[in-house]
């Protein structure tokens, strides 16, 4: 049975079976248990399995990584949640040199079975430590894995294999994803790691998106269908590992490649998409292209911050390059550029 | 005076088991630096000579099934808590049969059979890894003491008072282990902390049982441990252990280094004369617990079983090249 579930209520649902079917896991971070429930992704939990399963922290996100990763080495689940990514930038020291690590370090007899939450906030003046789009950093690092799910299907198909995945998973996610709805099967189901998914089928152009990009991929790709254009969308879903595979295939049929992430191109995943399909030797029938940030650090003003994100309409014009037409722009949205819908009245 | 009535106190096979340990531990670093200028441990060493008491007083207090972590200076923590020396001498040599399979080598000495919960370089990392590894085994409703070896400069990082912080809230079985060696690689506790407060005393401001001893009296650590261990089994939450003592070698490496001009010679033979194996040995011949001979005997006893240790590490097969990248993820 398949229902219409938010992002977040599909991660609380993600969670709550976790948790129903597996006295181990255990869910942690600052605010985890309180009214608000990291944007209701959390709420009723600690009602359910009680303070110490459910448990809020101390405001020392290196330290409390450290204590995450103890209690996995001695048995335990642990999923930790960062309301923003920028905050979880503390732990890097745990993260890269500790949960990434002791497996191989200790010649496999020691196992770190954690998932760590790290939310990209976007718009409202999240500005420079709010918002940023790491990624890459984590991709880079042997030992972890880093998924990024864009629909409510996705997320809890996803945190459900990353709980029972038995290496650390960085699961990160766009602010932005959480108000959309979609259809989320009951009970458990998982979405394996490392498997992209198609979004739309195409024949003329391939764009390879992550998270919140592949929704503003699927507008452009609807918008240019209107006008000839025949786009294929693939939600890339699993950084590390990744789906070469759908993406060559997808290639290989199309002769055309855009990759849109949710960051900067220098020394960004997108550059390593580009890299693979370059070493490959996939035939491409026109330069490859990239629509990411600009960059620079987040601007805070709701002027600037427009035009530093970009949207569907950059990613139309992009194709529309690579075919020598230009055709119309693709409408703004009717609400302010700096909010995900009209229901997002801030403040994060 | 105290001292010798604390001594008196302990059954004749603990005074000995402490000796042995001690003795142990001083007998394998004193091999590692005779054997390390060969050139075949071919990974960094950082050895405890001088500090070995706080090691085996402590561990004397624990069972098997509680569990130790320490960071780079491990040697002594990891023999003290029962690891295998056989797979620690072929860890260093980089061998298939080491502790970690040639992975790790002396920074990440590991043995789960044994309880040593493993060790890694970066300061102060693993203490709320064992914060963590304490409140998991809790949740399991496992009885497990845990216990964080560390430096001075430990206590110097964020993650320590963390971790320190976050034990005390949850009132966890955690002894947090400090041997004070006063030494920050070259760089001495004067220019780290101020003078006007005690290493211990900011792990009180945490609300944390705290105590300090001197970590060259093996007696002292134990008799102190003990209570702390205590503590933690009665579900007292935590405590924090400054042990003073000092490092005779170098920071890292076999060698003496005190020609180079960071400590002087004086700060160095003062320490040596209260070199904590010595000491017990005159106190338990004193009570005629542990003869010349006897101890003479336990020497060679050691010695062969390290020549063994060694020689198992020397005729052990290297990784094969295969091993590289496996265990880079858990299947």
């Known amino acids: 049975m398949s229902r219409d579930l938010k992002f977040f209520q599909a991660?609380?649902?993600?969670?709550?079976v976790c948790m129903a079917k597996d006295p181990t896991v255990q869910i942690m971070g600052l605010g985890v248990p309180?009214?608000?429930?990291?944007?209701?992704?959390?709420?009723?939990?600690?009602?359910?399995?009680?303070?110490?399963?459910?448990?809020?922290?101390?405001?020392?996100?290196?330290?409390m990584t450290g204590v995450a990763i103890g209690?996995?080495?001695?048995?335990?689940?642990?999923?930790?949640?960062?309301?923003?990514?920028?905050f979880a930038l503390l732990s890097l020291e745990q993260l890269v040199n500790q949960a990434a690590k002791w497996h191989y370090m200790f010649g496999?007899?020691?196992?770190?079975?954690?998932?760590?939450?790290?939310?990209i906030g976007r718009g409202w003046g999240q500005g420079p430590q709010h918002s940023q789009s790491l990624q890459s950093w984590f991709a880079h690092v042997p030992g972890l894995k880093v998924v990024m799910?864009?629909?409510?299907?996705?997320?809890?198909?996803?945190?459900?294999?990353?709980?029972?995945?038995?290496?650390?998973?960085?699961?990160?996610?766009?602010r932005w994803l959480y108000n959309i709805s979609g259809p989320v099967p009951e009970g458990v189901y998982r979405v394996p790691i490392g498997k992209a998914r198609v979004m739309r089928e195409g024949t003329d152009v391939t764009i390879v998106a992550i998270s919140y990009m592949a929704l503003e991929a699927l507008r452009a790709a609807e918008f240019l269908d209107a006008h000839g254009i025949s786009a294929e969308v693939i939600d890339l879903r699993s950084l590390r590992p990744w789906d070469e595979d759908a993406v060559f295939q997808s290639i290989r049929k199309t002769g055309r490649v855009v990759v849109t992430d949710?960051?900067?191109?220098?020394?960004?995943?997108?550059?390593?998409?580009?890299?693979?399909?370059?070493?490959?030797?996939?035939?491409?029938?026109v330069p490859p292209a990239r629509v990411c940030l600009p960059d620079s650090p987040t601007p805070t003003s709701p002027a600037l911050a427009a035009h530093y994100y970009p949207r569907a309409n950059d990613i139309a014009k992009t194709i529309e390059r690579m075919f020598g037409v230009t055709v119309a722009e693709i409408a703004e949205p009717p609400h302010p550029l700096d909010i995900p819908d009209p229901a997002f009245t801030g403040p994060f | 005076m105290m001292q010798t009535e604390t001594l008196a106190a302990l059954d004749v096979a603990t005074l000995r088991a402490l000796y042995r340990d001690l003795i142990r531990i001083r007998l394998v670093e004193e091999r590692i630096a005779a054997l390390y200028p060969e050139q075949q441990m071919r990974c960094p060493v950082h050895l405890s000579i001088g500090q070995e008491a706080v090691s085996v007083g402590v561990?004397?207090?624990?069972?098997?099934t509680d569990r130790a972590m320490s960071g780079h200076r491990s040697h002594g923590h990891y023999l003290a808590k029962g690891g295998d020396l056989r797979a620690m001498f072929a860890e260093m040599y980089g061998k298939v049969t080491g502790c970690t399979s040639g992975k790790g080598g002396s920074m990440h000495l590991l043995d789960l059979d044994a309880g040593f919960f493993g060790a890694v370089p970066i300061v102060g990392s693993t203490i709320p890894i064992a914060v963590g590894a304490a409140w998991g085994a809790r949740l399991r409703g496992e009885d497990r003491v845990l216990v964080a070896f560390f430096g001075e400069a430990a206590t110097e990082e964020g993650v320590f008072h963390e971790a320190v912080n976050f034990a005390q809230l949850k009132r966890l079985p955690v002894l947090f282990v400090c041997e004070n060696n006063m030494y920050s690689v070259y760089s001495p506790l004067s220019v780290r902390q101020p003078d006007n407060r005690e290493v211990y005393q900011m792990a009180a401001g945490h609300g944390v049982h705290s105590v300090q001893g001197d970590g060259n009296d093996i007696v002292e650590v134990y008799t102190l441990s003990r209570a702390a261990v205590d503590r933690a089994r009665r579900g007292d939450g935590p405590s924090f252990l400054e042990f003073k003592t000092y490092r005779w070698r170098e920071h890292?490496?076999?060698?003496?280094?005190?020609?180079?001009?960071?400590?002087?010679?004086?700060?160095?033979?003062?320490?040596?004369?209260?070199?904590?194996?010595?000491?017990?040995?005159?106190?338990?011949?004193?009570?005629?617990?542990?003869?010349?001979e006897e101890c003479a005997r336990l020497r060679q006893t050691i010695e062969q079983e390290i020549d063994d240790a060694v020689a198992f590490a020397k005729s052990s097969p290297f990784p094969d090249p295969a091993e590289m990248a496996s265990f880079t993820y858990a299947e």
């Open chain 1, 11 to 16: 991660l609380n649902e993600a969670t709550d």
């Open chain 1, 34 to 63: 309180d009214p608000k429930g990291i944007f209701g992704s959390t709420l009723g939990l600690v009602e359910k399995y009680g303070p110490e399963r459910v448990s809020d922290l101390p405001t020392a996100e290196n330290g």
């Open chain 1, 71 to 86: 209690a996995a080495l001695a048995g335990m689940r642990p999923i930790m949640t960062h309301v923003r990514l920028d």
């Open chain 1, 108 to 119: 496999g007899r020691m196992r770190v079975p954690l998932v760590v939450r790290m939310i």
């Open chain 1, 149 to 174: 799910p864009t629909t409510p299907h996705d997320a809890k198909g996803l945190l459900i294999s990353s709980v029972e995945d038995d290496n650390p998973v960085i699961f990160i996610e766009h």
């Open chain 1, 262 to 285: 949710t960051a900067s191109k220098m020394a960004g995943f997108s550059g390593e998409v580009l890299a693979r399909i370059a070493e490959e030797g996939l035939p491409l029938r």
């Open chain 2, 59 to 64: 561990c004397a207090n624990l069972r098997r």
């Open chain 2, 252 to 292: 890292c490496g076999p060698f003496y280094d005190n020609d180079i001009g960071y400590r002087t010679s004086d700060e160095f033979q003062e320490w040596q004369r209260r070199d904590p194996v010595e000491r017990f040995e005159a106190q338990l011949r004193e009570m005629q617990v542990m003869p010349p």
